[in-house]
């Protein structure tokens, strides 16, 4: 059974910093991504950043130059560094795994969301 455990997250104040990570755990396949999502109250759910198996990094446009997302294939970790938060930052952050089963066949999984909030 796969389990995709987060941690990190809280309450700040404005260029504050944050750390999450995420450790996946109980499959067999081999990891294609692993990432960061957001979704605030009411909208819905985007992509915040995002490692891939062949070395691309995606982030999204609003956090470029703040956060980094850094990926430990051995221990199958995530962790986003999340510096100079922005009240707009504030909302559940999801992390993302998606798994290569058999040719063409791709698992995605989800974890239960963790809580920031930054403060003005």
């Known amino acids: 059974q796969v389990q995709l455990v987060e941690s990190g997250g809280g309450l700040v104040q404005a260029g504050e910093s944050l750390r999450l990570s995420c450790a996946a755990s109980?499959?067999?396949?081999?990891?294609?991504?692993m990432g960061w999502y957001r979704q605030a109250p009411g909208k819905q759910r985007d992509l915040v950043a995002a490692?891939?198996?062949?070395?691309?990094?995606d982030y999204a446009d609003s956090v470029k130059g703040r956060f980094t997302i850094s990926r430990d294939n051995a221990k199958k970790t995530v962790d986003l560094q999340m510096n100079s938060l922005k009240p707009e930052d504030t909302g559940v952050y999801l992390c993302?795994?998606?798994?290569?089963?058999?040719?063409?066949?791709?698992?995605?999984?989800w974890g239960q969301g963790i809580q920031v909030t930054v403060s003005s």
């Open positions: 993302h795994v998606q798994f290569l089963g058999p040719p063409g066949v791709r698992y995605d999984y």
């Open positions: 109980g499959s067999r396949f081999s990891i294609n991504a």
């Open positions: 490692a891939r198996s062949d070395g691309r990094i």
